[in-house]
């Protein structure tokens, strides 16, 4: 089971936050969690029901021991309710039905908890439903409700519940997990450089797209070096059937940027910084040819390309020529 201090790690802020209310004995009555899929919220929000519920807290720390605190864990306590989406989205019945559970009496106690996932999915009925929840809360009642788009939830919830925005995780952090959750060592050290967002990382991860699309980078920036008249074929064949859509090659630009940095930083013997962390070998060779200027030079060709991908340039004129201008140098 995590602590207070463990979920301190991924979100320092709301966590202190949090404990000082607890300490205080001042919970609001409503909070609405807003963050990135990964944030930890749904940690925090069930570790402050474990807060809320604990028969021996001490201070702000359950005691994660007790029936109440077990039983949050193992998602069985009678008077913790979780409400999410029914298919697209989160609907008035399932908020009538909450409504109902709260008419009676706790089970074992007056306090009761509920817990909203994806409230931005709740369709105008429901939203309204909850809203009197929030305007009109019962003694003892906790709500939490758990949010990745705070701008598509109701502008009375949001005045009626404390707001508090996860930020992103850390790069170490988000490589942690990355790994925990069985990647490889160098898709994650890659993937944690390119975005903290766990939901994009996942759809990054579909079909081995990010996987792919290193092994191509990879290829070209070694070619650039090594077999020059062989790069606008790798483009041709093997480049632009991968980077097809817009926002994928936008992500190729930023892995030939993380190239480049990577380049910089085993220049400067940074080598504990690296993206493509197996390419050591291949790096140190480049760096010895590679001026910092020469580098740096590089890098700013990238960035113009990518702001010409926002102009709508055509894409493989566009590769060409920094494919071109990278070899220059």
Same mark, same amino acid.
């Given at each position: 089971m995590e602590t207070w201090n463990q979920l301190k790690e991924i979100q320092p802020r709301i966590t202190d936050l949090l404990m000082k209310t607890l300490q205080k004995n001042r919970l609001a009555h409503a909070y609405l969690f807003e963050g990135s899929k990964g944030t930890g919220k749904r940690a925090v929000a069930l570790h402050l029901a474990k807060s809320f519920f604990c028969e021996n807290r001490e201070a702000e720390n359950p005691c994660?021991?007790?029936?109440?605190?077990?039983? /949050?864990?193992?998602?069985?306590?009678?008077? !913790?309710?979780?409400? +999410?989406?029914?298919?697209?989205? /989160?609907?008035? %019945?399932?908020?009538? %039905?909450?409504?109902? +559970?709260?008419?009676?009496?706790?089970?074992?106690? $007056?306090?009761?908890?509920? /817990? !909203?996932? %994806?409230?931005?999915?709740? *369709? !105008?009925? $429901?939203?309204?439903? /909850?809203?009197?929840?929030?305007?009109?809360?019962? *003694?003892? *009642?906790?709500?939490?409700l758990l949010t990745e788009q705070g701008s598509k939830v109701l502008p009375t919830i949001h005045s009626r519940s404390q707001h508090l925005t996860f930020a992103p995780l850390s790069r170490e952090v988000f490589l942690d997990k990355l790994v925990q959750n069985g990647n490889s060592s160098t898709i994650s050290s890659l993937l944690a450089s390119l975005t903290t967002s766990y939901h994009e990382a996942e759809q990054l991860l579909e079909a081995d797209w990010i996987a792919q699309a290193r092994t191509v980078v990879i290829q070209l920036m070694e070619e650039l070096h090594t077999r020059p008249a062989q790069v606008l074929f790798t483009l041709q064949e093997k480049w632009l059937p991968l980077f097809k859509e817009k926002s994928q090659l936008d992500m190729g630009l930023d892995m030939i940027l993380l190239w480049l940095r990577d380049l910089m930083f085993t220049k400067v013997g940074k080598v504990d910084s690296l993206s493509y962390i197996d390419q050591i070998d291949l790096l140190q060779q480049q760096a010895l040819s590679s001026s910092q200027d020469t580098i740096s030079q590089k890098m700013s060709a990238v960035l113009h390309a990518k702001r010409q991908l926002v102009a709508n340039v055509n894409p493989q004129l566009m590769m060409e020529k920094l494919l071109l201008n990278i070899q220059e140098g």
């Open positions: 994660l021991q007790c029936s109440n605190c077990r039983r /949050i864990e193992h998602g069985n306590h009678p008077d !913790v309710h979780r409400i +999410e989406p029914d298919g697209l989205s /989160i609907k008035k %019945h399932q908020v009538e %039905h909450l409504q109902k +559970e709260f008419s009676y009496r706790g089970v074992e106690s $007056a306090k009761k908890v509920y /817990i !909203v996932e %994806h409230a931005d999915l709740m *369709t !105008v009925g $429901a939203a309204n439903s /909850i809203l009197k929840f929030l305007e009109e809360p019962a *003694t003892e *009642t906790l709500a939490i």
